[in-house]
């Protein structure tokens, strides 16, 4: 499967973003999706991932603020985060991986390139 991850740019703390994921090759459904991001000397952090079998999984950095969704029809995966945080600027990564499906970076084998994510205070 390839991705191409879309719709990072910048905003003011408080502000809301949503990312897309697109697919293709394969349906992103019989996958387990991710979102991870990685700021500058920092390791790759994994943030939601979306299962077909089970609720999604946040971490505690993101929960409650961040929501990861599917499109099946459109084959996109979405982040839709809001109540941004200086903190939260990074560049984001959508990931496709195989089952356990956990928020384990290495656990996911195919990744898009990326898009930023700067938030301002």
């Known amino acids: 499967v390839q991705l191409v991850e879309s719709g990072g740019g910048s905003v003011q703390a408080g502000g809301s973003l949503r990312l897309s994921c697109a697919g293709s090759?394969?349906?992103?459904?019989?996958?387990?999706m991710g979102w991870f991001r990685q700021a500058p000397d920092h390791e790759r952090e994994a943030i939601a991932r979306?299962?077909?079998?089970?609720?999604?999984i946040y971490a505690d950095s993101v929960k409650g603020r961040f929501t990861i969704s599917s499109d099946s029809a459109r084959n996109i995966l979405y982040l839709e985060m809001s109540s941004l945080k200086p903190e939260d600027s990074a560049m984001y990564y959508c990931?496709?991986?195989?089952?356990?499906?956990?928020?384990?970076?290495?656990?996911?084998?195919?990744w898009g390139q990326g898009t930023q994510v700067t938030v301002s205070s």
């Open positions: 090759g394969h349906n992103i459904s019989v996958f387990c």
């Open positions: 979306l299962s077909s079998y089970d609720p999604p």
């Open positions: 990931g496709a991986g195989y089952f356990p499906c956990r928020l384990v970076v290495d656990e996911y084998t195919y």
